[in-house]
Nanobody, 121 residues
Framework: QVQLVESGGGLVQPGGSLRLSCAAS????????MGWYRQAPGKQREMVAI???????NYADSVKGRFTISRDNAKNMLYLQMNSLKAEDTAVYYC???????????????WGQGTQVTVSS
């Protein structure tokens, strides 16, 4: 079973830091673009950061300068270092990856189950 599993979420005070991890596992032939998305209650899911296979980066304006996305292709891992956290960062954070999981066919979209990040005093 191919899956993405996030970890590292939790409760943190404003100004604090968290590091999220996403592990891809299963029968994976290749991984393309990966990213982090988040969804706050009552809001649409939004892109937080994207990193391509070759490590090109794209960040939402709201997190630029505070968050850093990275990946370890050898370990099939994705990370999000979140610094200077604000209450507005509170959301469920989801890992996303394009993955080839069959010999026949190309990439398909995969999503993790999400991990809760709560920034509160």
């Amino acid at each position: 079973q191919v899956q993405l599993v996030e970890s590292g979420g939790g409760l943190v005070q404003p100004g604090g830091s968290l590091r999220l991890s996403c592990a891809a596992s299963g029968r994976i032939f290749s991984i393309g673009n990966m990213g982090w998305y988040r969804q706050a209650p009552g809001k649409q899911r939004e892109m937080v950061a994207i990193i391509t296979r070759s490590s090109s980066l794209n960040y939402a304006d709201s997190v630029k300068g505070r968050f850093t996305i990275s990946r370890d292709n050898a370990k099939n891992m994705l990370y999000l270092q979140m610094n200077s956290l604000k209450a507005e960062d509170t959301a469920v954070y989801y890992c996303y990856a394009e993955m080839k999981t069959r010999l026949v066919g190309g990439m398909s979209d995969y999503w993790g189950q999400g991990t809760q990040v709560t920034v509160s005093s």
